[in-house]
């Protein structure tokens, strides 16, 4: 295949981890997003069973209810509940009693759910307490790369997925939804897009635009690029790995994603 350049076409907003490692006010390390170029594994929600299993250990949309000041979640959307001890017993383990773990996920419902604008609450989901699992750390969907040492494409048994993906926020989430629903004499909120501890957060509109316009798919190349470049090419060179269709570079120092056609 002749391949004579890769044309920018898109733009989106996005934001990585610090250029210098430093400490979050979660108590996890914040570090830079990790340089280099990537190929795409899968493309999914996230569910996590390591330093973020709690709020990130029931995947998003999971159904939620609450009875008798006990939680519940329906992870199929099948009418099968459980109580969240059960399913993820780390709840239990961290807040002690059912009565402390509703509190704890009401409590962030209330700054996640809710926006003030013209001294009004408003319910950025239209509800008062959730229906759904809206609290993992990675949104309704993720992107997940590695670094393909061997240029094959495929994710081999000696390479991994790296623990930087792309993914949306929670926060995000709730403002996104409410902007999409809200009625047209309604004023939109601004999606804010804060600093990560090493992923690369995006919108969640624009994640699902690069997705659905075939920008993110299995197989296609990701570059990250160092936190000094501070000039978007419109225009790059191949190189002798790249392959057809869109590569997404993400540039840190400029917050942004761009999307280039390979011609």
Not at 174 to 196: C, E, H, M
Request: charged letters at 20%; hydrophobic letters at 35%.
């Amino acid at each position: 295949m002749n391949i004579n350049f890769l044309i920018k076409i898109k733009e989106f907003d996005a934001h990585g981890g610090p250029a210098t490692k430093t400490m979050g006010g979660d108590g996890h390390e914040m570090t830079p997003t990790t340089a280099g170029r990537f190929v795409i594994a899968s493309i999914e929600k996230h569910v996590s069973y390591g330093k973020y299993a709690l709020w990130s250990g029931v995947p998003w949309g999971a159904g939620l209810k609450f009875i008798n000041n006990v939680t519940y979640v329906d992870v199929s959307n099948k009418g099968l509940w459980k109580r969240l001890t059960v399913y993820r017993p780390l709840w239990l383990k961290t807040y002690k009693t059912e009565d402390a773990i509703t509190r704890a996920i009401l409590d962030y419902w209330v700054t996640i759910g809710f926006a003030t604008y013209a001294g009004n609450h408003v319910a950025l989901y239209g509800m008062q307490t959730p229906d759904r699992w809206v609290f993992n750390d990675f949104g309704h969907i993720s992107v997940k790369y590695f670094r393909d040492t061997n240029y094959n494409g495929v994710l081999d048994k000696n390479e991994s997925i790296l623990g930087d993906f792309i993914h949306t926020i929670p926060s995000s989430e709730a403002i996104s939804y409410y902007n999409s629903t809200r009625q047209t004499n309604q004023s939109k909120f601004v999606v804010d897009l804060p600093g990560s501890h090493g992923c690369i957060h995006v919108k969640p509109t624009d994640v699902d635009t690069m997705i659905g316009s075939g920008y993110l798919k299995k197989g296609q190349v990701i570059v990250v690029h160092g936190y000094n470049e501070k000039v978007m090419p419109t225009t790059i060179k191949p190189d002798k790995y790249t392959r057809k269709g869109y590569e997404a570079h993400f540039f840190p120092g400029l917050f942004k994603i761009a999307i280039y056609k390979i011609t």
